[in-house]
């Protein structure tokens, strides 16, 4: 079983839909949480991160974490074609070291 | 411009042959990673390296080599022993002192094997 799974989807929705992207884990250990957005052929860009349970807003996204169920989720609203991209969840322990998920590839079509 | 850059972009080799992806930054971090990234499986830690002259194994080790011998480099060498190479590459380098999520990533190289 891996550490981190991730639906890998496709997800193809239409602009303007809220989008959800989730991962669930299994490493009680891991205390950070990130997701990253990686366009076609280029390097992953953070999108957030959080240390704790709960919520976190910037803008159209919203990170969630639920230790408790070991789940995290991304939430997109209002989406636009811009967002079209792979989404990476990534988590962390150790000092230095990030376990990635498998990514979900979002289409977002006018 | 602070950044890390990776070349070639694209890299064409022969089977049998030995082949070394460049990654360097000028972000001044002390720690930098590899990663290999096929389709459907995310990001793959082969490598990472926390000072200069200091390197771990990350989850997919075999058939792979480094060096750090200058803090801005950190060179991959892709053995003829690595049983599927092809595969899209990634460094990224971070802060040591910094948060653990400001991992910077560079734009890739992608390896194809024949």
């Known amino acids: 079983q891996k550490e981190v799974e991730q639906d890998p989807g496709p997800l193809s929705v239409p602009e303007g839909a809220i989008v959800s992207l989730n991962c669930t884990y299994s490493?009680?250990?891991?205390?950070?949480f990130m997701w990253y957005r990686q366009y076609s052929r280029k390097g992953p860009e953070l999108l957030m991160y959080?240390?704790?349970?709960g919520n976190k807003e910037d803008g159209r996204f919203t990170a969630q974490v639920d230790k408790s169920s070991k789940y995290i989720s991304l939430f997109i609203r209002d989406s636009q074609p811009s967002d079209s991209a792979t989404y990476l969840c990534?988590?962390?322990?150790?000092?230095?070291?990030?376990?990635f998920g498998q990514g979900t590839i979002l289409t977002v079509h006018p | 411009d602070g950044g890390i850059t990776q070349s070639p972009k694209y890299l064409f080799r022969k089977e049998g042959q030995n082949v070394t992806l460049s990654c360097e930054q000028n972000l001044n971090h002390d720690a930098m990673y590899w990663y290999r990234q096929d389709p459907g499986q995310g990001l793959r830690l082969i490598y990472y390296s926390q000072i200069v002259n200091d390197f771990q194994k990350g989850d997919i080790a075999e058939g792979y080599s480094v060096s750090r011998e200058k803090k801005e480099s950190f060179p991959l060498t892709v053995t003829s022993a690595q049983k599927n190479p092809t595969a899209f590459y990634l460094c990224?380098?971070?802060?040591?002192?910094?948060?653990?999520?400001?991992?910077?990533f560079g734009p890739g190289t992608r390896l194809t094997v024949t």
């Open positions: 490493n009680s250990a891991f205390q950070y």
């Open positions: 990534a988590m962390g322990a150790s000092y230095g070291k990030l376990t």
């Open positions: 959080t240390y704790s349970s």
């Open positions: 990224a380098s971070r802060d040591r002192q910094g948060p653990l999520y400001e991992q910077y």
